[in-house]
Nanobody
Framework: QLQLVESGGGLVQAGGSLRLSCAASGRTFSIYAMAWFRQAPGKEREFAAGISSSGRTTSYADSVKGRFTISRDNAQNTVYLQMNSLKPEDTAVYYC??????????????????WGQGTQVTVSS
């Protein structure tokens, strides 16, 4: 079992930055690929960014590439999402997800085994 708790969401003006954190319980965090998904009001949840268990491979949705950076600290059992140049269309609930195993991060929800409760990010224009 792995429990995930997100933090760092909030209200920010367009062009601003936020850093999300996802703290994981358990001693085997380093064997999980991690990802951030997001769900905007009235829309389906979508992949935003992912990182392999080692941290050597990352993947981004085209909509966030160049603005968001995913990273992880396996010693601290934490994954981060640095979000810069935020836009109103980035407004969503952001979820942390974990998938056991090696390999590149996946982009589909069903690939992931554990989910956090989500943290709200609101970008005002």
């Amino acid at each position: 079992q792995l429990q995930l708790v997100e933090s760092g969401g909030g209200l920010v003006q367009a062009g601003g930055s936020l850093r999300l954190s996802c703290a994981a319980s358990g001693r085997t965090f380093s064997i999980y690929a991690m990802a951030w998904f997001r769900q905007a009001p009235g829309k389906e949840r979508e992949f935003a960014a992912g990182i392999s268990s080692s941290g050597r491979t990352t993947s981004y949705a085209d909509s966030v590439k160049g603005r968001f950076t995913i990273s992880r600290d396996n010693a601290q059992n934490t994954v981060y999402l640095q979000m810069n140049s935020l836009k109103p269309e980035d407004t969503a609930v952001y979820y942390c997800a974990a998938k056991r195993g090696l390999g590149s991060p996946k982009r589909l929800e069903y690939e992931y085994d554990y989910w956090g409760q989500g943290t709200q990010v609101t970008v005002s224009s």
